[in-house]
Nanobody
């Protein structure tokens, strides 16, 4: 059974930092690209960042470029998102998602649900003073 379990969310002041993690199980983690996708209150899904199966290719949404860092530890089947200089507009539920495609250098840069076959339950990030 495929499982993606996010952790690390919480309440942080503007300018602060959080580190999200996603523990993956039930599939060969190194065979698939992974992404972080978020959903702010009352809004649709927004793709945040993606990483290829071995971490060779990384992409970020313009809204988080320079502030967020995605990484993966294939030995521990873990996907991470280091978030610095957080802004109120980063408030959202953050999901990790397993891409359907597994090309070596493939990275999804879309929030289209057709790009992914498994999602975590999400972790809430609230940026507020």
């Amino acid at each position: 059974e495929v499982q993606l379990v996010e952790s690390g969310g919480g309440l942080v002041q503007p300018g602060g930092s959080l580190r999200l993690s996603c523990a993956a199980s039930g599939f060969t983690f190194t065979d698939y690209a992974m992404s972080w996708v978020r959903q702010a209150p009352g809004k649709g899904l927004e793709w945040v960042s993606g990483i290829s199966r071995r971490g060779q290719v990384i992409r970020y949404a313009d809204s988080v470029k320079g502030r967020f860092t995605i990484s993966r530890d294939n030995a521990k089947n873990t996907l991470n998102l280091q978030m610095n200089s957080l802004k109120p507009e980063d408030t959202a539920v953050y999901y990790c998602a397993k891409a359907i495609r597994g090309g070596l250098l493939y990275v999804s840069t879309s929030a289209d649900t057709k790009e992914y076959d498994y999602w975590g339950q999400g972790t809430q990030v609230t940026v507020s003073s």
